[in-house]
């Protein structure tokens, strides 16, 4: 079946600017989660989506916003972009049950702000 | 505070064996994961425990002691498709917690003919 997809793949922005990351998940799966990974920090949770309710956020400002649709499909928004917000950033989804489920991740969106 | 630990960089010889450690320090304990990751690709998941003890899938084995906050992964008859960041993470516990997944910095492999 098809793996989680995120769009686009890459992107290039300016200070100032907004952006929004869109994830699909794997057919099935109710839970998204979102990611920054840095070479710095690492990877570092930003919320997590279930059945179209915020379960979980992160330490990341306001700036960093989400939403999950009916079909499971979510978007990330990031307002006033930050040079620090240059980074990849990973969507993860999984049935998100009480079973022990891993998540599996899409490949990616890179952001790059100049 | 939440912290986990791993060795930024191992190197090893094809064919022999390398393991990974993991410490962990945070606030409750839901499962420890194991994923990796080749340069420029996504994270894929290897293995799972919550028990103390081995979990062993083919060429991949890791183990937990959660008294010692400790983990490893441990690579047998190492391939030079092994060489990738290899990252720990621990979930956090219910409720309201079920995916929320603390990652290592990530340890890199490199694996030599």
């Known amino acids: 079946k098809a793996g989680v997809t995120q769009t686009p793949r890459y992107l290039i922005k300016t200070r100032g600017q907004q952006v929004t990351l869109s994830c699909s998940p794997i057919?099935?799966?109710?839970?998204v989660s979102w990611y920054q990974q840095t070479p710095g920090q690492g990877l570092q949770f930003l919320f997590e989506?279930?059945?179209?309710?915020?379960?979980n956020k992160g330490n990341f400002p306001g700036r960093f916003s989400g939403r999950q649709f009916s079909n499971s499909r979510s978007e990330m928004n990031v307002s006033t972009l930050e040079l620090g917000d240059s980074a990849l950033y990973l969507c993860a989804s999984s049935f998100g049950g009480l079973a022990d489920q891993p998540q599996h991740f899409g490949d990616g969106t890179r952001l790059s702000i100049l | 505070g939440q912290n986990i630990d791993q060795p930024t960089e191992m190197t090893a010889t094809e064919g022999a064996i390398v393991q990974i450690n993991c410490t962990y320090q945070?606030?409750?304990?839901?499962?420890l994961f194991w994923y990796q990751q080749h340069a420029g690709e996504a994270p894929t998941f290897l293995s799972y425990n919550v028990l103390d003890g081995l979990e062993e899938k083919g060429r991949f084995s890791s183990f937990l002691s959660r008294s010692k906050g400790y983990s490893y992964l441990l690579l047998k008859e190492l391939q030079m498709k092994d060489s990738a960041s290899y990252l720990c993470a621990v979930r956090s516990p219910r409720p309201g917690g079920y995916n929320k997944l603390i990652f290592g910095a990530g340890t890199r492999l490199a694996v030599h003919p």
């Open positions: 057919s099935g799966h109710r839970s």
């Open positions: 945070t606030s409750g304990f839901n499962g």
């Open positions: 989506y279930f059945s179209e309710t915020q379960r």
